[in-house]
């Protein structure tokens, strides 16, 4: 794995993400404040620990709300 220090672009985080260079939570801690605050948030209200596995749970979450607001604009 990769040392990251402070906050990357999102393209860059997706390629590192790809290319298995860096794993979710990795991803979350490097993207930005707001999405680390989401992801406390997440946590706490389901109380998980912040770990890969709810990293996991909570980046499939983001992409189901983003698939329903898409559904959503094209209704």
Not at 8 to 19: R, W
């Amino acid at each position: 794995m990769l040392e990251l220090k402070g906050f990357y672009k999102e393209q860059t985080l997706h390629e590192l993400l790809y290319k298995g260079n860096i794993n979710k939570l990795e991803y979350i801690y490097h993207h930005s404040q707001k999405l680390i605050d989401k992801y406390k948030s997440y946590c706490q209200n389901n109380h998980l620990q912040e770990d890969d596995m709810s990293a996991d749970s909570f980046m499939n979450n983001l992409l189901k709300q983003e698939e329903i607001s898409h559904t959503d604009m094209l209704d």
